[in-house]
């Protein structure tokens, strides 16, 4: 019976992939990871002079946006100290490591000068490799897994004239401590969205202003948005911001050599599944981080990059939360405080790295 289960569960995946369904989640996220950059689909014809002339998606000088990549996360040594949730008080968790591969795709679905729409796929792991000190089963259920993201997300860019544009992005993922023999059903899914109105002045210039509601952060949040990419007239400095989510500085050495100065949000919320014990107690982890970094990408060949960043990674958020009857708690970034949560955890900060390839838009 349970095999039936997964098999529909899998089923109703592949269904909401293949049929593009316009949904966006944490990422990262957002699920507005990756699959975020606003700058992209650089195959927009703008040849035809005699017709109506719209706004492009990019400006001169912008990194290449990746239509498909393949990562690898890793992370340093720290260590968790548990609070709340039965015994576990002052329990420590030393992690050596924590690990975990990244991939996804994006691909364009329509790309005209009058409207660009575009559907991806993404999947993220994160393993923790470590030691408990004194936890019981309940508390080492957070951290002895491994957590997954996967997820599909659509990007709709509508220009309103040669300067106007109005951007949306939604995805829908499923995060948890879940294995794909044994996978979590699809009311566990987690919603995310941006909507975005901006103007792109001249050639290398871009802003917007919008509103999200998003996971980054580890729980759900509704935001305000700014966006602001931009270039100099030498093609050496520019900014790729989409705040609060992450800012860059780029340097351009020359068009296939690029390097990052900035920061990143990244998070999600995970269902605790793997113990049968837990499922039915609505448990799930709100994991919340900033990654302050550093980013060299470059051409190897022709369309295909490689990224590799290194930073520290500082905790936001490490918390496990009670979801009664399933219902989500919304707390404004902790300002409303009637909810208390089950565990509220400390985490110490490592350093990072992550290297992935990607195959970037022409």
């Not at 602001?228 to 520019?238: A, F, I, L, R």
């Not at 705040?243 to 050599?257: G, L, Q």
């Not at 470059?298 to 369309?303: C, L, P, T, Y």
Request: hydrophobic residues 35%; charged residues 20%.
């Amino acid at each position: 019976m349970r095999n039936m289960k997964n098999v529909r569960t899998l089923s109703a995946l592949a269904i909401l992939l293949f049929l593009g369904s316009p949904l966006y989640s944490q990422t990262d996220t957002t699920d507005y990871e990756d699959e975020e950059d606003y700058s992209m689909y650089d195959d927009i014809d703008f040849a035809d002079e005699a017709a109506k002339r719209y706004a492009s998606p990019k400006i001169i000088g912008i990194s290449p946006s990746k239509l498909i990549y393949l990562g690898y996360d890793y992370q340093g040594p720290y260590e968790m100290q548990f609070d709340g949730l039965d015994s576990t008080a002052g329990d420590t968790f030393t992690a050596n490591s924590t690990t975990g591969i990244r991939l996804g795709c994006s691909i364009p679905v329509i790309s005209r000068n009058s409207i660009v729409w575009q559907m991806g796929f993404n999947y993220w792991e994160t393993h923790f490799n470590g030691t408990p000190s004194n936890l019981n089963n309940e508390a080492s259920q957070s951290h002895q897994n491994t957590f997954r993201t996967t997820g599909i997300n659509t990007t709709l860019f509508k220009p309103l004239g040669e300067e106007q544009f109005i951007l949306f992005q939604g995805s829908a993922d499923l995060n948890g401590d879940y294995t794909f023999s044994d996978l979590m059903p699809l009311k566990y899914l987690k919603y995310s969205a941006a909507a975005l109105w901006g103007k792109r002045p001249n050639d290398r210039t871009q802003w917007g202003i919008g509103l999200a509601r998003t996971y980054r952060v580890g729980e759900l949040n509704y935001i305000p948005i700014v966006m602001y990419n931009w270039t100099d007239v030498e093609n050496k400095w520019g900014t790729e911001i989409l705040f609060p989510a992450r800012a860059n500085v780029r340097r351009t050495i020359n068009p296939r050599n690029m390097v990052f100065a900035g920061f990143e949000l990244q998070g999600q919320s995970y269902r605790l599944y793997n113990d049968v014990n837990l499922r039915s107690q609505d448990l799930e982890i709100r994991r919340g981080e900033i990654r302050l970094r550093m980013e060299y990408q470059f051409s190897i060949k022709d369309f295909l990059w490689i990224s590799a960043q290194a930073g520290y990674r500082i905790n936001y958020r490490y918390t496990t939360d009670y979801l009664p009857d399933g219902k989500e708690i919304y707390r404004a970034f902790g300002l409303l405080k009637d909810d208390p949560y089950v565990m509220d955890n400390n985490i110490t900060n490592p350093w990072y790295m992550n290297v992935s390839l990607n195959l970037v838009s022409p």
